[in-house]
């Protein structure tokens, strides 16, 4: 068993997560971060890969006080659990990931053969989970939170991990923002990078919401099984 997982990533209308000097994207609205809130509120821990903490640092709590009420509606306790996936733990014990100001469990999910002094360096800030050797066994991970008590896990990108999820069947719901802006950039990333999928193996999905707030989209997608 596992979490239902739930992506949500902002992209400018040709695709890119950001420019290709991976700059803080400043791509969608005051509205758009509302609605990261709200699926944050939602979501029983959150997920990013190491690329980007070092690229964005981001906040990885509720930073609204109307939807961190909406959290304390539901039953949630303040604090998100933090997932953060990296092999190599090419990281800074500065980051936002570790602050322990807004509750939630830490987590670096790495592999067996992870370097120990980086490992040790950061068990005194977070649990370490080791798992698969070479590349993080996300599957295990998933199946650990869920013994857990994870129900729903949200991802956050990046687009390397948004890829190692999907390729794995992994991923259940999409929520796509397209901002009205266009980046280009061949080096840019975009919402899904690694190997790509052979076209006979492309994933389909089901359009299930899509809204207009001014000039940005709002898309939720089922992925079809």
Same mark, same amino acid.
């Not at 006080?65 to 953060?84: E, I, N, Q």
């Not at 698969?132 to 295990?140: E, M, P, Q, S, Y």
């Not at 929520?175 to 840019?188: E, K, M, N």
């Given at each position: =068993?596992?979490?239902?997982?739930?992506?949500? =990533? &902002?992209?400018? +209308?040709?695709?890119?997560?950001?420019? %290709?000097? $991976?700059? +803080?994207?400043?791509?969608?609205?005051?509205?758009? $971060?509302?609605?990261?809130? *709200?699926? #944050?509120?939602?979501?029983? @821990?959150?997920?990013?890969?190491?690329?980007? +903490? *070092?690229?964005?640092?981001?906040?990885?709590?509720?930073?609204? @006080?109307? =939807?961190?009420?909406?959290?304390?509606?539901?039953?949630?306790?303040?604090?998100?659990?933090?997932?953060? +996936?990296? %092999?190599?733990?090419?990281?800074?014990?500065?980051?936002?990931?570790?602050?322990?100001?807004?509750?939630? *469990? $830490?987590?670096?999910?790495?592999?067996?053969? %992870?370097?120990?002094?980086?490992?040790?360096?950061?068990?005194?800030? %977070?649990?370490?989970?080791?798992?698969?050797?070479?590349?993080?066994?996300?599957?295990?991970?998933?199946?650990?939170?869920?013994?857990?008590?994870?129900? *729903? !896990?949200?991802?956050?990108?990046?687009?390397?991990?948004?890829?190692?999820?999907?390729?794995?069947?992994?991923?259940?719901?999409?929520?796509?923002?397209?901002?009205?802006?266009? !980046?280009?950039?061949?080096?840019?990333?975009?919402?899904?990078?690694?190997?790509?999928? &052979?076209?006979?193996?492309?994933?389909?999905?089901? !359009?299930?919401?899509?809204?207009?707030?001014?000039?940005? !989209?709002?898309? #939720?997608?089922?992925?079809?099984?």
């Amino acid at each position: =068993m596992r979490p239902f997982v739930y992506v949500n =990533m &902002a992209m400018s +209308v040709d695709g890119k997560i950001t420019s %290709a000097r $991976r700059e +803080v994207p400043e791509l969608t609205s005051a509205h758009d $971060r509302e609605q990261m809130d *709200r699926l #944050r509120a939602e979501a029983d @821990a959150i997920l990013v890969g190491a690329g980007t +903490v *070092r690229a964005d640092d981001p906040p990885l709590h509720v930073r609204s @006080a109307a =939807m961190a009420g909406y959290r304390r509606s539901l039953g949630k306790p303040a604090g998100l659990d933090r997932v953060l +996936v990296s %092999a190599t733990l090419d990281l800074e014990i500065q980051s936002r990931f570790f602050d322990e100001t807004h509750g939630g *469990r $830490r987590i670096v999910a790495t592999v067996e053969d %992870a370097p120990t002094e980086r490992a040790r360096a950061f068990a005194a800030r %977070a649990e370490i989970w080791r798992a698969g050797r070479g590349r993080v066994d996300l599957r295990a991970v998933l199946e650990r939170l869920h013994a857990q008590g994870v129900e *729903r !896990l949200l991802v956050e990108g990046g687009g390397e991990t948004n890829w190692a999820l999907a390729q794995q069947d992994l991923v259940d719901e999409l929520h796509v923002t397209i901002g009205p802006w266009l !980046l280009g950039g061949r080096d840019a990333p975009t919402l899904l990078e690694g190997a790509g999928f &052979a076209m006979a193996d492309r994933r389909a999905l089901r !359009l299930t919401e899509l809204r207009r707030i001014d000039d940005e !989209l709002y898309l #939720r997608y089922a992925v079809v099984r």
